[in-house]
């Protein structure tokens, strides 16, 4: 059976790569030639042992590849074609799915619902980090590259920028707004992005690293709170003339910057959370206002789907994103252990890594 190179889960703080068989598609799938991918905070959570995968599974949900080959029962695309499939990969015929939450796909069990229920690459079937990836559902999830837009354009489309965006859309945001987002990691980065998109006049993007504040602004930022020199929550509300925000984005999940996006918001404020987090959280009695304070808390897995795919590269085709400025550093599939060593210590000003076998 021919092998592949892929990046393998083997136990907390142990990524390693190793050899697969190639995937064999069945009736319904697609198995991509990977181009290029990339690493994710919550692969570097997988890392860490902080969200619990197989022993043994390929990980990354955020591929850009080439149609190997079909299966039997896939309609509208061929082989050989450029395309992308979103994290978040939908079958369009569950009960979430018909519901309207397509990235709970799958979340449902006998036993209730389990988080991350839509994602599968790397969390629940192999994922992107290798030379092939099998696409499940490929007719609903498989989107065509436009051929004048490289892998590193659309690169951010499959996760991050779908995320991102999801945090501004989910928070309602409106024109003339003013939207709080604490973070400005990638996600962060895109969320001020789709925040600009949506139609906020007035941005306050929290963040400390210097390159992360340079390009926040670059994304759309009107301010930065920097929170190692002031009081976030005091200046925020002072650029707000003590209102508050009518939209806080949390975007990278920890228990002060979840906090700090409930003390900024204005009376009736929404709390978009997008962060991953790792332990329980704690709502405080005054930030909250007792429960009184007309506030919305959401929370977003990214949308994924063909269409989700075609609607981000049409807005990376307009020029009004560009996320090519988030890829930092690249490196071959043979070296993703050094990747990974580099994207989970944050090191030399990492925002993202391209990966190409």
């Given at each position: 059976m021919?092998k592949?190179k892929?990046?393998?889960f083997?136990e907390?703080?142990?990524?390693v790569?190793d050899?697969k068989?190639i995937p064999?598609?069945?009736?319904?799938d697609a198995?991509?030639?990977?181009?290029?991918?990339?690493?994710?905070?919550?692969d570097?959570?997988i890392?860490k042992?902080?969200?619990p995968?197989?022993?043994?599974?390929?990980?990354g949900?955020?591929?850009?590849?080439i149609?190997?080959?079909?299966?039997?029962?896939?309609?509208g695309f061929?082989?050989?074609?450029?395309v992308?499939?979103?994290a978040?990969?939908?079958?369009?015929t569950?009960?979430?799915?018909l519901c309207?939450?397509?990235?709970?796909?799958g979340a449902?069990?006998?036993?209730?619902?389990?988080?991350?229920?839509?994602?599968?690459?790397?969390?629940?079937?192999?994922g992107?980090?290798a030379?092939y990836?099998?696409?499940p559902?490929?007719?609903?999830?498989?989107?065509?590259?436009?051929?004048?837009?490289?892998?590193?354009?659309?690169?951010?489309?499959?996760d991050i920028?779908?995320t991102?965006?999801?945090g501004?859309?989910r928070g309602n945001i409106?024109?003339?707004d003013?939207?709080?987002v604490?973070a400005q990691?990638?996600?962060?980065?895109?969320?001020?992005?789709g925040a600009k998109?949506?139609?906020a006049?007035?941005?306050?993007?929290?963040?400390?690293?210097p390159?992360?504040i340079?390009?926040?602004?670059r994304m759309?930022?009107d301010?930065?709170?920097?929170?190692?020199?002031?009081?976030?929550?005091?200046?925020?509300m002072r650029?707000?003339?003590?209102r508050?925000?009518?939209?806080?984005?949390?975007?990278?999940?920890r228990?002060?910057?979840?906090?700090?996006?409930?003390?900024v918001?204005?009376p009736?404020?929404?709390?978009?959370?997008?962060?991953v987090?790792s332990?329980d959280?704690?709502?405080?009695l005054d930030a909250?206002?007792a429960?009184?304070?007309?506030?919305?808390?959401?929370?977003?897995l990214?949308?994924?789907g063909?269409?989700r795919m075609?609607?981000?590269?049409?807005?990376?085709a307009?020029?009004?994103?560009?996320t090519?400025p988030?890829v930092?550093?690249?490196f071959?599939?043979?070296?993703?252990?050094?990747a990974y060593?580099?994207?989970a210590?944050?090191?030399?000003?990492?925002l993202?890594?391209a990966?190409t076998?």
């Amino acid at each position: 059976m021919p092998k592949m190179k892929a990046a393998i889960f083997v136990e907390p703080g142990r990524i390693v790569l190793d050899e697969k068989p190639i995937p064999d598609p069945g009736p319904l799938d697609a198995v991509i030639r990977i181009t290029t991918t990339t690493i994710c905070g919550t692969d570097v959570h997988i890392l860490k042992g902080e969200y619990p995968v197989a022993k043994g599974l390929t990980i990354g949900h955020e591929p850009v590849g080439i149609i190997e080959k079909l299966g039997s029962q896939v309609r509208g695309f061929e082989e050989g074609q450029r395309v992308i499939a979103g994290a978040i990969t939908p079958s369009g015929t569950s009960n979430a799915c018909l519901c309207g939450v397509h990235s709970q796909d799958g979340a449902e069990t006998r036993h209730g619902w389990k988080a991350m229920g839509g994602w599968k690459f790397g969390n629940t079937i192999d994922g992107a980090q290798a030379e092939y990836l099998l696409v499940p559902d490929a007719t609903a999830n498989l989107a065509p590259v436009p051929d004048d837009l490289s892998d590193e354009q659309v690169l951010m489309c499959p996760d991050i920028l779908s995320t991102g965006f999801s945090g501004a859309e989910r928070g309602n945001i409106r024109i003339g707004d003013t939207v709080a987002v604490f973070a400005q990691g990638p996600i962060g980065l895109c969320a001020t992005a789709g925040a600009k998109l949506m139609g906020a006049t007035t941005i306050i993007a929290v963040e400390s690293i210097p390159a992360r504040i340079d390009m926040a602004r670059r994304m759309g930022a009107d301010h930065v709170v920097d929170f190692k020199k002031t009081n976030v929550v005091s200046e925020v509300m002072r650029l707000t003339d003590g209102r508050g925000v009518d939209v806080a984005v949390e975007a990278l999940g920890r228990q002060e910057t979840f906090e700090w996006g409930l003390r900024v918001l204005r009376p009736g404020g929404t709390l978009s959370s997008l962060g991953v987090y790792s332990a329980d959280l704690r709502i405080p009695l005054d930030a909250f206002a007792a429960g009184l304070g007309d506030h919305t808390i959401v929370t977003t897995l990214c949308p994924g789907g063909k269409e989700r795919m075609r609607r981000l590269m049409r807005v990376v085709a307009s020029n009004k994103v560009d996320t090519r400025p988030l890829v930092t550093h690249r490196f071959k599939l043979e070296h993703i252990v050094e990747a990974y060593d580099l994207f989970a210590h944050q090191r030399d000003g990492v925002l993202k890594v391209a990966i190409t076998p």
